[in-house]
């Protein structure tokens, strides 16, 4: 396949990638940005889609060949923002056995007796893998955040629970992705920004068709109700451990097309800095190779 262009997707991506939170502002972001991609030219970015899949077919197998770096894609968003369908058509072309997706949802009566860093630690994939976070570690300073009432489940003694509880967490997750970082890590982080009024349009949908009835939940829209304490819990993480070793990128999300392609673009963009390749054979190999060879030609049938 053909050299990736990467000043081409460095400059596609920067309005996308926050890699410093200080001064961030999420109303700077629009959910409908298509970075001047018209509609008309929709073929053209699912064609550039479907070449990045195909390009990360490619480079998963040498990450796992080569079995040094390990890459963690961590994706949060509100409800029908796309995390399911995104992942799905960005990792399509990958081999399943490279891949494991952890989905997070309500922490079991084991997982509140733990650390709330513990579940997600246990999924973090091996090296020459890629990890995928359907929801993470941000659920305890988003959700738990908008719900405090969560918070008196998690057993914590009263006095650590503090009105610095939720600047230590970041400072936690924070270290964590430092940590995993330093030991061979690459960490990319997507936030699907869709916007209120799509939200309520793609929840209609789900009521509307029948076989999408078994996605929605009375309390997704109930939820709705708290938007903007979300909104403000996702600026808030976002400031706070947005770094040049596990940004962030904000996508849009209200054009499910687009928001894939700046996925698309991110992780390739990210792998190809890691310069991987497949593993050299150095001379005692190859006689070995050579003997098997030998052997194999030699064999009658």
Same mark, same amino acid.
């Given at each position: ?12 991506l ?5 890699t410093?939170?200080?001064g961030?502002?999420l *109303? ?12 008309? &030219? ?5 064609a550039?889609?479907? %070449?990045? $899949?195909?390009?990360l ?7 796992y060949? &080569?079995?040094?770096?390990g890459?963690?894609?961590v994706?949060?968003a509100?409800d ?9 058509h960005?990792?399509?072309? $990958? ?9 997070f949802?309500?922490?079991s009566?084991e ?6 860093l513990w579940?997600c ?11 995928i976070?359907?929801r993470s570690?941000?659920?305890e300073?988003?959700?738990? #955040?908008?719900?405090e ?7 914590l003694?009263a006095k650590?629970?503090t009105k610095r509880?939720w600047?230590?967490?970041y400072e936690?997750i924070?270290?964590?992705? %430092? ?5 061979g890590?690459?960490i990319?982080?997507?936030?699907l920004n ?5 939200q309520k ?9 029948p076989?999408?009835?078994w996605?929605?939940?009375s309390?997704?829209?109930?939820? #709705? ?7 403000a /819990?996702?600026q808030?993480?976002?400031r ?9 990128y904000v996508v849009? /999300? ?9 996925v698309? =673009?991110a ?7 890691l310069d +991987?390749?497949?593993?050299? $054979?150095d001379? =005692?190999v190859k006689k070995?190779l050579?003997?098997?060879r030998?052997? +194999?030609l030699g064999? *009658?049938?």
């Open positions: 396949m053909a050299k990736i262009d990467l000043k081409r997707l460095e400059k596609f920067r309005p996308y990638r926050v410093k939170g200080k961030f502002k *109303k700077d972001h629009d959910p409908g940005d298509t970075h001047g991609i018209k509609s008309e &030219q929709k073929t053209e970015a699912k550039l889609l479907a %070449r990045g $899949v195909e390009w077919a490619e480079e998963q197998e040498k990450l060949a &080569q079995d040094r770096w890459v963690l894609l994706f949060q509100m029908a923002a796309g995390k399911d369908g995104t992942i799905k960005v990792m399509s072309g $990958v081999n399943p056995q490279g891949v494991q997706v952890t989905s949802k309500a922490p009566s997982e509140l007796d733990h650390d709330f579940r630690m246990k999924a973090t994939p091996e090296r020459g893998r890629i990890g976070f359907n570690y941000y659920e300073v988003l959700v738990v #955040r908008v719900h009432a969560l918070l008196a489940k998690q057993k003694p650590l629970v509880i600047q230590e967490r936690d924070a270290n964590f992705e %430092r940590y995993l970082a330093r030991n890590y690459l990319l982080k997507f936030f869709v916007s209120r009024g799509e349009k793609r929840f209609l949908e789900r009521l509307d068709r076989e999408k009835n996605k929605f939940s309390a997704d829209a109930r939820e #709705r109700g708290y938007w903007g304490k979300y909104m /819990a996702y808030d993480l976002i706070h451990t947005a770094t040049e070793h596990a940004p962030w849009p /999300a209200d054009n499910k097309w687009f928001s894939r392609l700046v698309a =673009a992780i390739v963009e990210s792998m190809e800095r +991987l390749h497949f593993p050299k $054979v001379a =005692a070995e050579a003997t098997a030998a052997l +194999l064999e *009658k049938r």
